[in-house]
């Protein structure tokens, strides 16, 4: 398996437009978390989904942001407006329904915005 | 709510030496599962090592190891024999059992530096 896939790998942006990351997580998996990673709050969770339905999104910071799972193969991570503040690397993991099992991490978006 | 620390911001070590990374974490559940993550520069988070709290013997894997004390609620990892590639940030992770899996609490992550 080619593993959690995310696009882009970069973006910038300027302020005040729609900012849309993509994810495909690994065949199979019921599980798909978005998590966030900024240098002051570190890594954190945002929304998780359980077999395509949000389970806890309490971690999204603000209804600018908003998560879709239309099917167990796709994810989006949608930012309207985006602010500076957004900035940050957006990282979609992936894990099965069995016990004890870790999340897998794609390689994350690097997002700008300027 | 649980909780996760790492109190070394940065680390260095030798190359062929052994370097520990601590973390302790707060939490009233009984069951759950410590990780190591490792976040090289391409970005990558990579599992290092699994810990279920029900066991008492110590994860190893391979030259990375680690000495959980679940009374104290600590959870360093070892490194033996340091390489180059070691290099990165470590990310200490607490899940809750019988949650949803892969449903992570990090720490702050320590960065790793290796000297040649």
Not at chain 1, 13 to 26: A, D, F, H, S, W
Not at chain 1, 60 to 66: G, H
Not at chain 2, 13 to 40: G, H, I, M
Request: charged fraction near 20%; glycine fraction near 6%; include cysteine.
């Amino acid at each position: 398996d080619a593993g959690v896939i995310q696009s882009p790998r970069h973006e910038v942006t300027e302020m005040g437009q729609e900012v849309t990351l993509r994810c495909k997580p690994i065949s199979g998996h019921d599980y798909l978390f978005w998590y966030r990673q900024t240098m002051m709050r570190g890594l954190e969770l945002l929304i998780y989904f359980n077999n395509n339905v949000p389970i806890d999104d309490s971690g999204m910071p603000e209804d600018r942001f908003s998560a879709k799972m239309p099917n167990a193969s796709f994810s989006t991570l949608k930012i309207q407006p985006s602010e500076p503040r957004d900035s940050a690397v957006y990282f979609c993991a992936s894990s099965p329904y069995r016990e004890g099992t870790e999340a897998f991490f794609g390689q994350g978006t690097r997002l700008t915005v300027v | 709510a649980q909780t996760v620390t790492q109190s070394q911001p940065e680390m260095s070590v030798q190359e062929a030496e052994t370097v520990t990374l601590s973390c302790t974490y707060d939490t009233s559940e009984s069951d759950y599962y410590l990780f190591w993550y490792k976040q090289p520069p391409s970005r990558q988070m990579i599992l290092v090592i699994r810990q279920e709290a029900y066991k008492q013997q110590n994860a190893t894997e391979n030259r990375f190891s680690v000495n959980f004390q679940k009374a104290a609620k600590s959870f360093s990892l070892k490194i033996s024999d340091s390489q180059l590639g070691d290099a990165a940030m470590y990310f200490c992770a607490y899940m809750n059992y019988g949650g949803s899996q892969g449903n992570l609490i990090f720490g702050k992550g320590t960065k790793l530096s290796v000297k040649p």
